[in-house]
């Protein structure tokens, strides 16, 4: 009761441009924040990643009146000299070319874009998209290691024990996804991956995509790995293969040096962390500072991610909470 309340009195404050009162006013500070895809409408049945064109377009208007919004290479290579945003956007799937940069450019906005090479595998969905495709198309359970997993809330498969079936394949090795993915497709009789009707929901850009996407003044590409790997769990020869492979990759692709990696997951280890800076990887993100080593944090910079489980006043709320409360 006490939180909706508080909600409602946000909502008019914000409606009325009153807001900022409401937060300290910092002068000078950067933030990062974390997009993944841009729908025509946001779908919140499918996943919590995906935001409609329209409310992204008024969040950027909202974000440029009260930030200014650079390059991560600017807020990386220069001192904070007012109130900074940089956005960021995961998993590259061809969305982004589509629906987001177009808005960028008429906001004049730049960003960054970590895509995901999976095609250097063979596949154009990573294993998080055919599961939440599966569920939303069919919701059908899906069997995997002798546990079943119905769908439940929000598109989440979740186990009778309550296993959520997302944790569990976060600790697979890409054989048993790719398993997964083909056991998935013969148990439902849906494969995402010929879902042409709703390509723009699941399918990663392809080299030409990236092409186009990089040609633009307002976009930087970086990468995201090949299979969106958890590298918590992958040997050292795996996480140079998914480091060195998806930059020269996309390196060749969009023509042009790749000098910035997100962590999948928003997971990383401190010897990974150092693997990708061997690898020529000048700016690491990550979501939140997981580990306490201090040579691991100064070469990584949080995010601040933004999802359609929020109303968009809800969402800048967190944007400027997270910019006042800044260390
Ligand atoms: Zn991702």
Same mark, same amino acid.
């Given at each position: ?12 404050? +914000? ?16 933030? *990062? ?6 729908? %025509?409408?946001?779908? /919140? ?23 200014? *919004? ?8 220069? /001192? ?26 008429? @906001?004049?906005? /730049? ?22 495709? =599966?569920?939303? @198309?069919?919701?059908? %359970? ?5 546990? =079943? +997993? ?39 009789? +849906?494969? %995402? ?18 092409? *186009? ?21 992958? =040997? @050292?020869? !795996? &996480? ?8 020269? +990759?996309? !390196? ?11 962590? /999948? ?6 010897? &990974? ?8 990887? =000048? ?18 910079? %949080? ?25």
């Amino acid at each position: 009761m006490f939180s909706s309340i508080t909600k409602y009195i946000r909502t008019i404050r +914000y409606g009325l441009g009153l807001e900022m009162g409401m937060y300290a006013n910092r002068e000078k500070g950067d933030l *990062i924040l974390m997009y993944h895809n841009i729908f %025509p409408h946001s779908l /919140p049945g499918l996943n919590v990643r995906n935001i409609g064109q329209r409310e992204f377009s008024e969040e950027l208007t909202y974000l440029s009146k009260r930030f200014r *919004i650079v390059s991560l290479a600017e807020m990386m290579e220069t /001192p904070a000299d007012g109130r900074r945003l940089a956005m960021t956007f995961d998993d590259g799937l061809a969305n982004n070319m589509k629906y987001a940069q177009r808005i960028l450019e008429q @906001h004049r906005v /730049p960003a960054t874009f970590f895509v995901c090479t999976a095609y250097l595998r063979g596949r154009s969905i990573l294993w998080p998209d055919h599961l939440a495709m =599966t569920g939303f @198309h069919t919701g059908q %359970p899906i069997e995997w290691k002798g546990v =079943t +997993y119905r769908r439940r809330k929000a598109n989440r498969y979740i186990s009778d024990e309550g296993k959520r079936l997302t944790h569990v394949l976060m600790k697979e090795p890409w054989s048993e996804l790719q398993r997964f993915m083909d056991s998935s497709e013969e148990q439902t009789g +849906y494969k %995402p991956s010929d879902d042409t009707r709703h390509e723009y929901r699941w399918r990663v850009m392809r080299a030409e995509e990236v092409r *186009i996407m990089a040609e633009s003044p307002f976009v930087e590409i970086g990468s995201h790995g090949i299979t969106h790997a958890n590298f918590s769990m992958l =040997t @050292h020869e !795996e &996480a140079r293969t998914e480091l060195a492979e998806s930059k020269s +990759y996309l !390196e060749s692709a969009s023509g042009t040096q790749i000098h910035s990696f997100a962590w /999948p997951f928003g997971i990383y280890t401190s010897h &990974a962390v150092q693997l990708a800076r061997e690898c020529g990887y =000048t700016r690491q993100l990550a979501v939140a500072l997981r580990e306490q080593d201090a040579e691991t944090h100064s070469l990584l910079h %949080p995010r601040t991610g933004l999802f359609n489980d929020r109303s968009w006043i809800e969402r800048m709320h967190l944007v400027n909470k997270t910019f006042a409360n800044l260390s």
